[in-house]
């Protein structure tokens, strides 16, 4: 659903809190950076009117020493609003990607299968990027102008109070109507364009992953033309975008010189009636023809917000959306583990029944077999035991304690959970075995690749367990990946082993050796392991066979 875009600025700001001091910091010290900047054009007109021979109220020493110091200030000001707004800005984004990163960690396992790898890599670097543009660019700017623009209008009172409704009415066009107005009108714009540009990265990802399946079905012509298309519907939703900015830049242009013209006769009918002096006339005239700066700044900013406001939704959008399950943490941790039990489970996925009254038991020191086709089910089973997924009847209890009353990280940290398809990290071997128990010996993680039957892979290999994996794990086999994903499993040394189909991609000899080493630690471990090899289920205590969501 579309959100107001002021809305989703006020959930922006809403962020800045922690840092509202260095924010009003930065402020201060823009708003005094463009009164130096407007007041030195100010004085230098008085500087001239004084050499012209009329009469001031400043001398022109005393002229020349404050266009000095305000020219010096100037720059200081302005290197001091531009450090304190993006050290806001950095920080903030630091903040974003440990917020985007929890939530996808907490939307896994469902919700985050859903999402196309292409739109979260969009979202996790460009839009997240973008959003610097909002805090370092858009908030100081916007309270900027509103601030320097009131102490203008004191200024304007001073002279005349026509002045200050003139000046009044150019701030509020220039910097609040037409960006407000212009903004709305090409809203969808900005968000067609984020959206592009995130189906393209889907899209470019899917044809790097599938190259070789593209070359073998000699589908390269259809696939780069398919880019090409998607490329040129990119550049015409950016073009789309500028040429709004030029509508912007040219209404606030024509803006810019009905309001000057309107001061001048203004003033000029004034002094005419001798209601201001010349000096009058003049100051009021070239304040505001050199105040402009904040609120054209400010109108500017509906060039950028068409796609900070499109990166900030679709930002927001994650961060607000809802997992499927929330984790326990008020609940139990699990101590010594000695049995399973699950009853009259049933599961469907939307209205297609998965599982229906299943019911099994395993005690510690058991092998639990479960057989049967794809599709049947197993998989899910072993996602519910996980806790991806509540039944929608029945219970899944460990020591009689249901899931639900369980401390989903003390769930998880009790249990190795091994599918078919290993994902490999683009980091050494080592590396990517470790990663299941970070303190573990480095004789611990050769243990464990030997229990896998990997450990002389890895050794025939030059750099041995330092030898760097390509992206995608594209070097290794399939087999040789999922050996990786069993030494995870035996490092991690958890109490509770499902494994899902794990020795699938494995030759006999290779099923035989885990098989083997699974027997070995099994005494003190509950296993599920599931698949639909008979020879597999050799090695197990009990076999249940699944079929169309029932056991049979």
């Not at 639900?404 to 994902?423: D, K």
Request: glycine fraction near 6%.
């Amino acid at each position: 659903m579309r959100k107001n875009g002021f809305i989703i600025m006020w959930h922006l700001l809403k962020l800045v809190t922690p840092l509202a001091h260095i924010m009003s910091f930065t402020i201060i010290m823009g708003t005094l950076g463009f009164l130096a900047a407007i007041f030195i054009i100010v004085l230098g007109a008085i500087g001239l009117v004084n050499l012209a021979g009329f009469a001031t109220h400043f001398t022109f020493s005393q002229i020349l020493t404050a266009l000095i110091v305000l020219a010096i200030a100037r720059g200081i000001l302005r290197y001091l609003e531009q450090m304190s707004g993006h050290y806001i800005a950095f920080k903030l984004l630091a903040l974003l990607r440990d917020k985007v990163f929890t939530a996808l960690r907490r939307l896994a396992f469902d919700k985050l299968q859903q999402k196309p790898s292409g739109q979260l890599l969009s979202l996790v670097t460009n839009d997240i990027e973008l959003l610097e543009v909002f805090y370092a660019h858009t908030i100081a700017p916007i309270a900027i102008a509103i601030l320097t623009s009131a102490i203008l209008l004191m200024v304007f009172g001073a002279i005349s109070v026509w002045f200050v409704l003139i000046a009044l009415l150019a701030y509020l066009t220039i910097g609040f109507i037409l960006p407000t107005i212009t903004t709305a009108m090409a809203r969808d714009e900005g968000r067609k364009y984020r959206e592009l540009v995130g189906e393209m990265n889907d899209y470019f990802l899917d044809s790097i992953r599938g190259m070789k399946e593209i070359q073998l079905f000699g589908y390269e012509d259809q696939r780069l033309a398919q880019i090409n298309q998607r490329s040129q519907a990119i550049d015409q939703a950016f073009f789309r975008i500028k040429a709004q900015e030029s509508k912007v830049r040219a209404y606030t242009e024509i803006a810019v010189s009905l309001f000057n013209m309107l001061i001048l006769a203004t003033g000029l009918i004034l002094f005419y009636y001798q209601q201001i002096d010349f000096s009058g006339l003049l100051i009021a005239v070239i304040l505001l023809m050199s105040s402009y700066g904040p609120v054209i700044a400010l109108s500017n900013l509906s060039n950028n917000l068409l796609q900070t406001l499109a990166s900030g939704e679709r930002v927001l959008g994650l961060l607000h959306e809802k997992p499927v399950l929330d984790d326990v943490k008020c609940g139990v941790n699990l101590a010594k583990i000695e049995q399973i039990n699950v009853t009259g489970l049933h599961f469907a996925y939307a209205d297609e029944q998965i599982l229906s009254n299943i019911n099994l038991s395993l005690n510690k020191g058991q092998i639990l077999g479960i057989h049967g086709r794809s599709g049947s089910g197993k998989s899910t089973l072993l996602k519910l035991l996980m806790r991806f997924y509540d039944p929608q009847s029945g219970h899944i209890q460990i020591n009689g304690i249901d899931l639900t009353q369980i401390n989903t990280q003390s769930l998880r940290e009790n249990m190795a959970y091994i599918t078919q398809q290993t994902y490999i990290f683009n980091e050494s071997i080592y590396e990517n075995i470790i990663m299941a128990k970070r303190h573990a010996s480095q004789q611990q993680v050769i243990e464990a690749a030997k229990k896998a039957s990997i450990h002389d892979f890895i050794m025939s290999l030059p750099e041995g367990y330092e030898t760097k994996i390509t992206e995608l794990g594209n070097s290794l086999s399939d087999g040789e990946k999922q050996r990786i994903g069993i030494a995870r499993a035996f490092l991690h040394n958890a109490p509770i082993i499902l494994l899902d189909e794990p020795t699938s991609n494995l030759d006999s000899l290779n099923e035989a050796m885990v098989l083997q080493a699974l027997l070995k630690v099994k005494q003190e471990k509950l296993i599920i392991l599931v698949s639909h090899r008979t020879s597999t289920m050799q090695i197990c205590d009990q076999v249940i066979h699944i079929e169309n969501g029932r056991v049979s």
